[in-house]
């Protein structure tokens, strides 16, 4: 199957700072990708929709301002965190589709101090 | 709206047993649907989708489901299960929504297998 790169993997940041992650797909283009958000022990919620070349889409309730998504190439999609707080710790994943099927980023862990 | 629901939080079971992980999903149109499956600490790894075609769908790691139009019902079935398949499962159904195809997902099925 394709595959989707996240880094990081882990972070650790303190409080008021931001903090950026990437999603690339590795061995196919994608002019669109996803982020989610997933809290212990519950499923995936979509936050926005990145688009290549144009703004992304964020589903109703997610704050844009906080989460800068940008998506400059046909590989590369990044979701900036700005000034982080605890309450932003949580794990990130992002996916990326090639034909009916999304692939997965192996996710990041975001702890916020 | 489309939803998914998977019946049980928590499936436990012992090794070399047979599970069965329980999914119904919610459309009035056709549907694209997927099983998932998430180690921890880890993104998602897709077990196998249903598109069209054979109703009975064969995946990874010896999983197999089952499209049942009339029961709106996807479950996942594997024979004999590993220690190694201990992990979060998850189903979801795609939905065309804003101009794209997204993913609605279910609560997740956790399944812990037992020596």
């Known amino acids: 199957g394709a595959v989707v790169s996240q880094h990081p993997s882990w972070v650790i940041c303190k409080s008021g700072t931001s903090v950026k992650i990437e999603c690339r797909s590795l061995d196919f283009q994608a002019t669109t990708m996803f982020w989610y958000r997933q809290f212990p022990k519950q499923s995936l919620m979509l936050m926005a929709t990145?688009?290549?070349?144009?703004?992304?889409?964020?589903e109703q309730g997610v704050e844009k301002d906080k989460f800068l998504i940008n998506h400059a190439s046909l590989t590369l999609s990044t979701l900036t965190v700005t000034s982080a707080h605890p309450e932003d710790s949580s794990f990130y994943i992002c996916s990326a589709p090639t034909g009916n099927i999304q692939y997965f980023g192996a996710g990041t862990r975001l702890s916020v101090l | 709206a489309q939803s998914v629901t998977q019946l049980d939080s928590q499936v436990p079971v012992f090794e070399e047993a047979p599970v069965e992980l329980r999914c119904n999903y919610s459309s009035s149109v056709s549907v694209y649907l997927f099983w998932y499956v998430q180690y921890p600490n880890q993104g998602l790894q897709l077990l196998l989708k249903?598109?069209?075609?054979?109703?009975l769908v064969k995946g990874i790691n010896g999983f197999e489901a089952e499209f049942n139009k009339s029961q709106t019902s996807f479950h996942l079935r594997k024979p004999s299960v590993h220690i190694s398949d201990t992990a979060e499962y998850f189903c979801a159904v795609s939905v065309f929504s804003g101009g794209y195809n997204k993913l609605i997902f279910g609560a997740g099925t956790r399944l812990a297998v037992h020596p």
């Open positions: 249903y598109l069209s075609g054979s109703t």
């Open positions: 990145s688009n290549e070349g144009s703004k992304a889409t964020y």
